[in-house]
């Protein structure tokens, strides 16, 4: 009798631990689901939408009621807030400008240290940025720069004929053929070029343009790869050594080779020829801050080699894929809403005619074109989630408490499809960014595709500019079709990664 009632209390007391692990909550956290053991709650979200996790966590929002909810990723307590008030602060507080240590950031790096932008934070982060925006601007990043400017016409003017005349190297033979051009693809080359000319002074000759096609295609495949929080990968890294091709390990450790080792290639380059005389770039100005330790022998140096790779690899890919994906984007909605293509050709033939290409300076008087880029921004959150935050110091957000370290992520998607603030959110309206009076509205344009704060990604005007001037340029000089029997993208199958993507598709842009 004894021993059943000693079998009953272990049993008991197992069951109570399993609930209480299972249950238990940080106090005044939000609520969500429960976690298991080595997942936490990222199962349930598997469960729910296990190609769209940012999408499995609306759901999560609707059962609970609440925009705010609370789950574990692994071990991490986490914070994922679909509010516009909640995400701006999320954005903007220092409190939660910290990153989570996850495999996926250190696996970018040879030596799996932390490195790069985008996933470091503390004193270290904010050295290597400010010390990285400080100088890139002297070359044009982030704000007008007319040299910058020719340059990015140049690359226009070539992209277009290229268009017109169709491929002349092998290269291009594979996105180009019978006069129609494989996208996103056709337009990686003239992308990377034009960031190039900022990060090192270099661009590569149509001839030679095939690295940066390859090198376009590494990225897809890493972003592809990943999803909004971080892959299974980074909750369970160990399940690289089973299963490297189901947990797609081989995708981002091949896509991520591919772009480390050509931007290696790039700053060895310069590693080998820098002059501390005559100081090129930025590339040559970071190798003159390690160059000054090696010689001052500081115990502690804040400069690394490996950390100039990755700073531009971060700086580098938003040029690489991010805007020929938001091209694709549009393009997509073009083949679908026509008579958006017809309006921006209307005005552009009227504010510009056809005897230049469209400049920065005529966007004021083009308010339709700049509200279609802004729109198909916000229509197509490329970054659903952002790249999740860390609490610093213990705090609270939106009246819940929050735990030093709690991961705490923005829910761009769900903000810029929330109707209470869209009122239509799902159909594609570039007029929602213009006013009465005709111009474009800021006020208007609540979205926040490329975060804020000091999280904000750096390269949002550089982005923002060439995603006008190419979008302008195609759309004064061309129409769109699609091959003959072909049916519109179904935008139901892009892909979500650590970005969303569309399929590949064929598109012939006929001379106008």
Not at 210 to 235: C, N, P, W
Request: net charge positive; hydrophobic share 40%; aromatic share 12%.
């Amino acid at each position: 009798m004894a021993s059943i009632i000693l079998i009953g209390l272990t049993i008991s007391l197992i069951l109570y631990r399993i609930y209480k692990y299972m249950f238990y909550r940080p106090k005044n956290f939000p609520p969500g689901p429960p976690r298991l053991p080595i997942f936490g709650s990222y199962l349930f979200l598997l469960l729910l939408n296990r190609k769209e996790i940012h999408k499995a966590v609306l759901k999560l929002c609707q059962w609970y009621k609440s925009k705010t909810i609370g789950l574990y990723i692994a071990g991490a307590p986490t914070i994922i807030c679909n509010d516009y008030e909640g995400v701006k602060e999320i954005l903007n507080r220092s409190e939660f400008d910290g990153r989570p240590d996850i495999f996926l950031a250190r696996m970018r790096d040879p030596n799996h240290n932390l490195r790069g932008i985008f996933f470091i934070d503390g004193g270290f982060w904010k050295d290597q940025r400010r010390f990285a925006l400080r100088h890139l601007r002297d070359y044009g990043f982030g704000r007008r720069f007319a040299e910058l400017e020719i340059e990015v016409r140049d690359e226009l003017c070539l992209f277009l004929d290229i268009l017109r005349g169709g491929p002349k190297y092998p290269h291009e033979e594979k996105i180009m053929k019978n006069g129609y051009v494989l996208v996103p693809d056709i337009f990686f080359a003239s992308m990377s070029n034009a960031f190039l000319k900022i990060l090192s002074g270099d661009k590569f000759p149509r001839s030679e343009q095939g690295i940066l096609f390859e090198t376009g295609r590494a990225g897809i495949r890493f972003q592809r790869a990943g999803d909004d929080y971080g892959k299974l990968l980074s909750i369970i890294p160990w399940i690289r050594h089973f299963f490297p091709e189901k947990s797609d390990y081989i995708n981002l450790k091949e896509g991520n080779g591919g772009i480390y080792k050509f931007i290696k290639s790039i700053v060895d380059k310069h590693k080998d020829t820098f002059d501390e005389s005559h100081e090129r770039n930025f590339i040559d100005l970071y190798i003159r801050e390690l160059k000054t330790q090696e010689k001052e022998g500081i115990p502690n140096p804040v400069f690394h080699y490996e950390q100039l790779i990755l700073i531009c690899v971060d700086f580098f890919f938003p040029a690489l894929t991010a805007v020929p994906v938001t091209i694709a984007f549009l393009l997509q909605r073009l083949l679908h809403q026509p008579e958006i293509l017809e309006k921006m050709q209307k005005e552009i033939d009227e504010v510009v005619g056809k005897g230049r290409l469209p400049e920065l300076d005529d966007r004021i008087n083009l308010p339709y074109v700049e509200a279609t880029v802004r729109e198909i921004m916000r229509f197509e959150t490329l970054v659903p989630s952002a790249i999740p935050h860390r609490a610093l110091v213990e705090t609270t957000l939106m009246g819940y408490d929050v735990p030093e370290g709690c991961f705490v992520v923005p829910g761009l998607y769900a903000f810029h499809t929330d109707s209470a603030l869209w009122g239509d959110p799902h159909v594609f309206r570039p007029e929602r960014f213009i006013g009465p009076d005709g111009k474009l509205s800021l006020k208007l344009d609540k979205s926040l595709p490329f975060g804020a704060g000091k999280r904000l990604c750096a390269g949002e005007t550089f982005a923002r500019n060439t995603l006008f001037l190419m979008i302008a340029a195609l759309a004064q000089n061309f129409n769109i079709r699609q091959r003959p029997g072909e049916k519109l993208p179904d935008m139901k199958k892009n892909d979500t990664g650590l970005i969303v993507l569309p399929q590949q598709f064929w598109i012939k842009f006929e001379s106008r």
